[in-house]
């Protein structure tokens, strides 16, 4: 999936550590999202950006933080990892409006907080 | 807050059997989405429904969208192995939360040949 690249693809992180996941898109789609995903609980929404220097609030955005600085990157912050935060990431992007044809998905970030 | 709710959460059929997921929303949608995700890999974008009533099909696959834009449901005919996987929907609120896409908890499809 060539249009959206996370990084990193796979990480541990030690319960406090902190640490930032890049999503960077070459589609130049307005609308960007983090989701995670849990067995059971689906996607969970935890932040999504609908254009460039903006951001909002998901389903779950507690323990998380945002930025868009430029149009092609959002990335997500952990500033103090938790277990409950282990969980396989995915960055998706999308068109606005009516032209929009669904989301991308990148490969995911599988974390594990330990 | 949104809330879309996704039932069966887990579905068994035999290959040649039918399948159908029912998604529906706590909040009328600007319009719903649905995906496949396979094991192991990441969500892929089948379809999306934006007007009240509205019937979209893909070969075996049948995507409905309710006249009150709540819920929406996917049917497959004749299952095939090549089926198996997840099968979400995902409802956009519209309004002033536009893009704000809120996923179901998913369907998992499996395929006993």
């Known amino acids: 999936n060539a249009g959206v690249t996370q990084t990193p693809k796979f990480r541990v992180l030690k319960t406090g550590q902190s640490m930032t996941l890049l999503c960077a898109q070459d589609?130049?789609?307005?609308?960007m999202y983090w989701y995670r995903q849990d067995p059971g609980m689906g996607l969970r929404l935890i932040h999504y950006?609908?254009?460039?220097?903006?951001?909002a609030k998901g389903e779950v955005p507690d323990g998380y933080n945002v930025s868009r600085l430029k149009k092609q990157n959002f990335l997500l912050g952990l500033e103090s990892a938790a277990p409950s935060q282990t969980s396989v990431y995915f960055c998706?992007?999308?068109?606005?409006?009516?032209?929009?044809?669904?989301?991308?998905f990148g490969q995911g970030t599988r974390l594990t907080v330990v | 807050g949104q809330q879309v709710m996704q039932i069966p959460q887990y579905q068994h059929v035999q290959e040649g059997e039918d399948f159908t997921t029912y998604c529906n929303s706590s909040?009328?949608?600007?319009?719903i989405q649905w995906y496949k995700q396979r094991p192991g890999g990441h969500p892929v974008f089948l379809i999306q429904?934006?007007?009240?009533?509205e019937v979209k099909k893909q070969k075996r696959l049948t995507f409905q969208f309710g006249e009150a834009k709540k819920n929406s449901s996917l049917h497959i005919t004749a299952t095939q192995t090549t089926d198996v996987g997840t099968y979400f929907c995902?409802?956009?609120?519209?309004?002033?939360?536009?893009?704000?896409?809120?996923f179901g908890q998913g369907t998992i499809l499996t395929v006993h040949p």
């Open positions: 998706a992007i999308s068109e606005s409006g009516r032209r929009s044809m669904g989301a991308f």
């Open positions: 995902a409802g956009n609120a519209g309004g002033t939360s536009y893009g704000k896409l809120t």
């Open positions: 429904l934006v007007k009240s009533g």
């Open positions: 909040t009328t949608l600007s319009n």
């Open positions: 589609m130049n789609h307005e609308y």
């Open positions: 950006s609908v254009g460039e220097g903006t951001t």
